[in-house]
């Protein structure tokens, strides 16, 4: 049995997940994973030594072509709500009948509900959809249209539950990879004297881009608030100084801020093995994170690291009785719980330890892996898949 990922764009850090399920399909299929970029764009280099099928093309029309008649899975399996992956995989379910299965790793058409006016929001929609972006094929205009024909989908894989409430479909979280992701591989002074961070601080690390909506400023202030109490450093790792709002984060707390860029993705489990705590909020109520669950999260609970994030989405769910949450809106109560984190660091021990062990009942990659195999047997059954290949 063959199976087709359909990637709509190989150049960002966004392929994490189609990555993910690349790796775990292998396991018991064989796998192709076609991926569209343009010329003068490279595969993100966190994940570049995997064996993508690199469908070039200058234009969205002329690369849903190439990665149609590329595309030799018995079942195709589209990454997101775009035109260059679940476009593909519709076309080629109506032309050849493949079966079709689309992956929704966050919630990818909330745009227009930022509008709380209905007439606003329908006002944005007509905007949009006779507006520019015919070319870009994760435009809105495309997933707006996309996200009506969701349904004829054979199969839907959803990463939380809010989306599973709106579209149906598995459960399927993006968990870590444990044995990767294990605080027993290192060396914590040893690592922490690598990338040049204080083996006597406590240590707050943030993984991504800091946005002023991230809770970066607060946690700064948390830290500037402990004053001589808790050595306490922050450390980012996605921006460098020369980015301006991590330059402005620095200089709100001098000598308290290390930023060391972006760096790959396999270098993220040595890099977390420094940290004690990790804070991922969301400062605003949006409507995308109704639907995105950070998968940094995951992957600090599999390094025993305790995390504080917001009242949003599954995250009560997943940092239940392991982790920390306060409401998304709520700045004082952010500061108010980083303070006491780093004020108590055996309780903070001991819930990240137990955040490890939710990921491995519940989170991990073999857990991932089951879910995803039951769906797709379930498809290959329902559409007669084995049958038809022995006849």
């Not at 977390?272 to 600090?300: F, H, I, M, N, W």
């Not at 780093?342 to 990659?365: F, M, N, V």
């Amino acid at each position: 049995m063959k199976i087709s990922i359909l990637v709509p764009g190989l150049s960002t850090n966004g392929i994490a997940r189609a990555w993910i399920l690349a790796k775990l399909l292998e396991r018991h299929y064989e796998v192709e994973t076609l991926g569209f970029l343009r010329p003068g764009e490279e595969v993100c280099p966190w994940f570049a030594d995997y064996p993508w099928g690199v469908v070039e093309a200058s234009n969205m029309r002329e690369g849903m072509r190439k990665m149609e008649a590329r595309a030799t899975g018995d079942i195709n399996l589209a990454y997101s709500v775009s035109m260059t992956s679940f476009g593909v995989g519709l076309n080629l379910r109506r032309k050849r009948g493949t079966p079709l299965i689309l992956d929704m790793p966050e919630w990818e058409v909330h745009d227009h509900w930022k509008r709380e006016n209905p007439l606003d929001r329908a006002l944005m929609i007509s905007k949009n959809l006779i507006g520019p972006g015919w070319d870009n094929g994760h435009s809105f205009k495309y997933r707006y249209v996309l996200d009506h024909m969701t349904r004829f989908a054979d199969e839907k894989l959803v990463c939380c539950r809010f989306l599973e409430d709106r579209y149906g479909g598995v459960l399927l979280p993006q968990g870590p990879e444990i044995e990767k992701f294990d605080p027993k591989a290192f060396d914590k002074k040893e690592i922490r004297r690598k990338w040049g961070i204080p083996e006597d601080a406590t240590i707050v690390f943030f993984g991504g881009n800091p946005m002023a909506n991230k809770g970066v400023d607060e946690t700064i202030g948390a830290i500037n608030a402990l004053g001589d109490r808790v050595n306490a450093k922050l450390v980012i790792v996605g921006r460098d100084d020369s980015h301006p709002y991590t330059k402005k984060m620095i200089d709100l707390s001098p000598g308290n801020v290390i930023a060391l860029g972006p760096q790959p993705f396999d270098l993220m489990p040595e890099l977390l093995s420094t940290a004690d705590l990790v804070a991922l909020p969301q400062t605003r109520r949006e409507p995308k994170s109704l639907g995105y669950v950070p998968c940094k999260v995951y992957e600090a609970m599999a390094m025993e690291i305790p995390v504080i994030s917001s009242d949003m989405c599954d995250l009560p769910e997943i940092l239940s009785g392991c982790g920390y949450i306060v409401p998304p809106d709520d700045n004082a109560a952010l500061q108010s719980k980083i303070e006491y984190v780093l004020t108590h660091p055996e309780e903070a021990r001991e819930t990240g330890r137990k955040a490890r062990q939710r990921i491995i009942d519940t989170y991990s990659w073999d857990q991932m892996d089951e879910i995803l195999h039951d769906a797709v047997e379930s498809v290959i059954q329902r559409k007669g898949l084995r049958a038809r290949k022995a006849a």
